[in-house]
């Protein structure tokens, strides 16, 4: 695993964009379709608004997985990481190949259905943020670091769901849902190359947790640190608490 630390939230945007675009058309030119795994929340903002503008992408070669999902949340709801996808990556791009968990079925039948369809072949190249409290994907502490499941419901602990309000995504704890559809950490850590991407001052102390303390279901994404093809790009804010030598570059 690589640590990569830039001025601000822009220029970590387009360096790791930078880095998914090159994944994206390696995988393209290789095997004339690219599997990738993208990631939501105000995190992502300046990187998929980067990789979109990356030209030379053929992004009709390229299929799309959906990381993680409320159960019962509408998809006109402001807060549907489908509405957000949607809006803000798969249309823009011109993706046409995705498959986006539906938060209004049976949450297991999702999980075996879109369970079955990633596991169909490798992922390239999967985009991943961190939480407020080091979940992965919806994957909260302690997280479960054994299942096979390719996706799992579960439980959203209340540092996840207070970072939902924070954000502005709903306006008070009553109204954010309790459990999600969540790609479990090991499905994650079977795609070839993850880009993990973590802005701003709020994460700092989780960006401390993960990659200075143990690796540990209490810190969900320092399972990252067990992956050889990991880079993880920070600003100086989301970095501030690091110890010099954790940096890599």
Same mark, same amino acid.
């Given at each position: ?140 502490? #302690? /997280? ?8 799992? &419901? !579960?439980? $959203? %602990?209340? *540092? ?59 810190? #969900? /994404? ?8 990991? &880079? !993880?790009? $920070? %600003?100086? *804010? ?12």
């Amino acid at each position: 695993m690589i640590l990569k630390v830039f001025a601000d939230k822009i220029q970590l945007g387009q360096a790791a964009a930078a880095q998914a675009a090159t994944a994206i058309k390696q995988a393209i030119a290789a095997r004339g379709q690219a599997r990738i795994i993208a990631a939501t929340g105000m995190s992502q903002f300046e990187f998929l608004q980067a990789l979109i503008a990356t030209p030379g992408i053929d992004w009709t070669k390229v299929e799309m997985f959906h990381l993680d999902e409320y159960v019962g949340l509408s998809l006109t709801h402001p807060a549907s990481f489908r509405k957000y996808l949607l809006e803000r990556f798969i249309e823009p791009a011109g993706i046409v190949n995705h498959h986006l968990l539906d938060g209004e079925r049976d949450p297991q039948e999702v999980c075996r259905t879109v369970g079955d369809l990633i596991a169909a072949a490798p992922i390239d190249v999967a985009f991943v943020g961190i939480g407020e409290n080091g979940h992965l994907a919806f994957n909260d502490p #302690p /997280a479960d670091f054994e299942t096979d499941a390719p996706y799992i &419901v !579960v439980n $959203l %602990d209340e *540092a996840c769901r207070r970072q939902q309000v924070g954000e502005g995504w709903f306006a008070g704890m009553d109204d954010v849902p309790q459990q999600a559809i969540s790609m479990s950490v090991k499905q994650i850590l079977k795609a070839q190359e993850i880009i993990c991407i973590v802005p701003d001052t709020r994460k700092a102390e989780a960006v401390r947790n993960c990659f200075e303390r143990e690796i540990s279901p209490l810190y #969900p /994404a320092s399972i990252l640190r067990t992956h050889d093809n990991t &880079v !993880v790009y $920070l %600003d100086q *804010a989301s970095a501030a608490l690091l110890k010099a030598e954790t940096i890599t570059n």
